[in-house]
């Protein structure tokens, strides 16, 4: 593996997961699957359609290992089926699982949510954003035979209101919610389910929301640390959750934005004296 900014150690070494949400290098799945390496993780990766495997595969053989690439379209059960059948029929058994998928239409990230939110692109987003999730974790806590953790990503538009957020804030609210209900069934089984809350990052799917250039810079100018949320930093809670460090946390959304989500006015001008 080529040397990343990413800790190396022994913190994963023995656990296998799948990575779902790799896009290109800038995914945060992306971030997160270079930190697991880093740390020993026996890594599987699914993707959506050919045109994303082409572009997914040199990113997973950088990492060293073999690559081990499943096609899963998290709308469609039959491939969901099979990418599970598959890392069932390669491993016997998995430890973790990454979560991170969204998708809202265009028209539906701009503008007024009342107004512009239609029960197709209500039904597409919750579908994808957040079922998703309930699907697939379903799916991998059978083959969590000795326990295991899984994390999804969501983001603060499910708690406040966020310009051009709209019906996605709608759709991580219902992941997080998600998120303790799977923690509750699965803590018995000794399955941890956690959400881990990011600030903006520049990706694609951040790219698809109107005004996203000045929510990364809110989210910078309005954070206590007045800085970016630092992909080392979602990655590396992300390997704490994943890892035998997160014993006993569970049902937890985190968030790793820099300090944002805490902030409820930013600066005050000394204008009343
Ligand atoms: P990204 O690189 O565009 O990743 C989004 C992934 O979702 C892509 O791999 C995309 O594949 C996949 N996806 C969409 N529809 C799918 C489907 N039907 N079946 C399977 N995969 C599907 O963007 P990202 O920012 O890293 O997003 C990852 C997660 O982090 C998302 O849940 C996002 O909401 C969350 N998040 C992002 C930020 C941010 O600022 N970027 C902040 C907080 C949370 P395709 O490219 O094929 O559609």
Redesign the pocket.
């Known amino acids: 593996m080529t040397d990343t900014i990413f800790p190396k150690g022994d913190l994963m070494k023995g656990k296998r997961g799948l990575i779902?949400?790799?896009?290109?290098k800038?995914?945060?799945?992306?971030?997160i699957a270079q930190q697991l390496a880093a740390q020993g993780a026996e890594l599987a990766f699914?993707?959506?359609?050919e045109?994303?495997e082409k572009r997914?595969r040199p990113l997973v053989e950088s990492l060293g290992q073999e690559p081990f690439m499943l096609s899963?379209?998290?709308?469609?059960d039959a491939s969901m089926d099979a990418c599970f059948a598959a890392i069932e029929k390669k491993w016997g058994r998995m430890d973790f699982l990454v979560?991170?998928?969204?998708?809202a239409g265009k028209d539906e990230l701009v503008g007024s949510f009342t107004e512009n939110t239609t029960r197709e692109g209500w039904r597409r987003a919750l579908e994808?954003?957040a079922f998703?999730f309930v699907d697939a974790g379903k799916r991998a806590s059978r083959l969590m035979t000795d326990g295991g953790s899984m994390v999804?990503?969501?983001?603060?538009g499910s708690e406040r209101v966020v310009p051009s957020y709209n019906v996605?804030g709608v759709a991580?609210a219902a992941?997080e919610a998600s998120t303790r209900y799977m923690a509750r069934d699965l803590g018995p089984s000794g399955i941890r389910v956690n959400a881990?809350?990011?600030?903006?990052?520049?990706?694609?799917?951040?790219?698809?929301i109107s005004g996203?250039k000045s929510?990364?810079r809110t989210?910078r100018e309005w954070s206590m640390m007045k800085e970016d949320?630092r992909m080392e930093g979602v990655a590396g809670a992300a390997l704490y959750l994943l890892s035998d460090l997160g014993h006993s946390c569970t049902g937890e959304t985190l968030h790793v934005?820099a300090g944002f989500h805490a902030v409820a006015v930013p600066s005050m001008d000394d204008d009343d004296e």
């Open positions: 779902m949400g790799v896009a290109n800038n995914s945060i799945a992306w971030g699914s993707y959506q359609g045109a994303l997914v899963a379209d998290v709308t469609d979560h991170a998928i969204a998708f994808i954003s998703s999804t990503l969501t983001y603060l996605m991580k992941l881990l809350s990011a600030g903006p990052m520049r990706t694609l799917a951040m790219a698809g996203g929510l990364m989210g949320t934005d």
